[in-house]
C-alpha cells in the first residue's frame, strides 16, 4: 500500500541543532514506519548559534528536505557575514543573534513574527513541491508562526487539508508586542488559521486548552515532546564522584538562570562541606545573558564548568553523570505554558530533577504526574536551597537514587509519538 505525503513546513531544522529541532526531525524518522512519506520544507542556512550536523544521520534515506530562501534577519545576517570579511560559521554559545536592541526595533515592522521574511519563498516552494510531490496534507510546526501563515496559504491555493502544530504557545511573544494594534493584528492570523485548518497538535494540555478557546470544536490532539530511547543506546558514562548538578539546554528569558545561581551561591558560602562537594555543569547556550558577568556576580567561578553547544547525543552523556538535574523557565508570562523539550530527556535520564518553575505551570504538572522531582517557585530561595541539601545528604549517605520513582516512560517514546500523530493526520484526512 503506497504511503500518504505530508509537507512539514519547519523553520527550524538539522543541521541546526537545539531543542527546537528535535520534534520535527523525530515525526520525519519515524513517519514511514506508519504509513506516512515526510517531505520537508525548511529554510536555508541562517545565522544560528547551535549546528548539529550529526542530526542529519537520523533523516531515513528516502526522505526529502527542501530549503528555500529567505528575507528574515537571521538569513540576512548569514548572506552579508558569508560575502564580508565577517566569519558566519558556527558560532560560539550565544552568538549568531541580532542585538536585543535591532529585535526591538524590528518588531514595528515584523508582524507574526521575524521570520516573516520567510514567507514569500517559503509559499513558492511550498507550492510547486504540493503538486510535485502529490502532498496529501500540510503539516505546519511553530515557532516562528509565520511557518503557520506559510501553511494556511500553502492549504488555501492548493485545496489540501492543514494541520498545524504548537511546539510554544503562539502568544509566546505577547508580552514583547510592541503595541495594541500589533498584537491585534497577530490574534486575527491566528483564529484565520485555526479557522482554515482540519486541527491542531499541541505539546501539553495549556496550550490546547487556550487555542480551544479560540477554536471550539476543532479537531485537536496533544502529542508532547518526547525521548529517542535510540539517543541513549550505548551511552554508559561514569557517575560524577561529585555532587553534581547538570543543565542541559538554553539559558535565555525565558529560563532564568538567577534564581538557581543565586541559591546555590549562598549554599557554598554557608556550608563548608557542600562547598567542597558540589558542582554545576551547564551544557548548551546562553542567550540574553552575560553568563562570564553572572558568574563573577555570584562569585561562582570555581564552582561551575561551562560547556557550549555540543552534538546531542554527546550532550546526552552529562545527564547521565549527574547527581541531580536542573530544570527552569524562569516567572515570565508564557512560563506556565512551557514544557521544555529536554525534560522528557531527564526523566529518561531517571535523576532526581529540580525544578525551577511556576507550580501551575505545564513542567511542574507533568512532573507531579510521573512523580518524580523538586518543584520550586522562581522567586524561593529558600526552598532551592533546601531541595539541593536534601538531595546533598542523601548523597553523602549513598541513598540518593535509592526509592528513586520509576515512571512508565513509554508513552513519551518519540515513536510512539509519531505513530499518534500519524493516527491523527489519518483522522484528519477521513473528514474530507
Partial sequence: MAKKKVLIIAYYFPPLGGAGVQ??????????????????????????????DTLLQEIPSGAKIWRSGSLDPQRLVYLFSKFSSLKPAKQKSGSGSLPADWLRFLKWFLIPDSKIGWFPLALRKGLRLVRKENIDLIFSTSPPVTAHLVGYWVSKLSKKPLVVDFRDPWDLVAQDYPSTLHKRVSQALKRRILDSSKGFTAVNRQIA?????????????????????????????????????VYM??????????????AYSELLRGQEDFAQRAHFTRVGQVLDWDWN?????????????SIDYLPHRE????????????????????????????????????????????????AAQLLRENNIGVIVEPNDKDGIKRALLGWFEKYKAGTLESGLPTPDLKRYERKYLTQRLADFFNRCLDER
Fill in 315 to 362: 550532550s546526552l552523556k552529562y545527564l547521565l553523570t549527574a547527581r541531580v538535574l536542573l530544570l527552569t523557565t524562569g516567572g515570565k508570562k508564557s512560563s506556565p505554558f512551557i514544557t521544555t523539550g529536554k525534560i522528557y530527556e531527564y526523566l529518561a535520564a531517571r535523576k532526581p530533577i529540580l525544578a525551577i518553575v511556576p507550580e501551575n505551570g505545564a
Fill in 23 to 52: 520534534r520535527a526531525l523525530k515525526f520525519v524518522k519515524y513517519l514511514p514506519e506508519f504509513g506516512w512519506e515526510p517531505v520537508v520544507l525548511t529554510v536555508k542556512k541562517i545565522s544560528y548559534p547551535a549546528w548539529d
Fill in 249 to 262: 539546554g538554553t539559558f535565555n528569558r525565558l529560563h532564568d538562570p538567577r534564581p538557581f545561581l543565586q
Fill in 209 to 245: 486548552d487556550e487555542l480551544l478557546q479560540e477554536s471550539p470544536g476543532l479537531k485537536s490532539e496533544i502529542i508532547s515532546n518526547g525521548f529517542d530511547s535510540a539517543d541513549f543506546e550505548g551511552l554508559n558514562p561514569k557517575v560524577s564522584d561529585k555532587f553534581e548538578i
Fill in 293 to 305: 558577568a553572572l558568574l563573577k556576580e555570584y562569585n561562582l567561578e570555581k564552582w561551575v564548568t
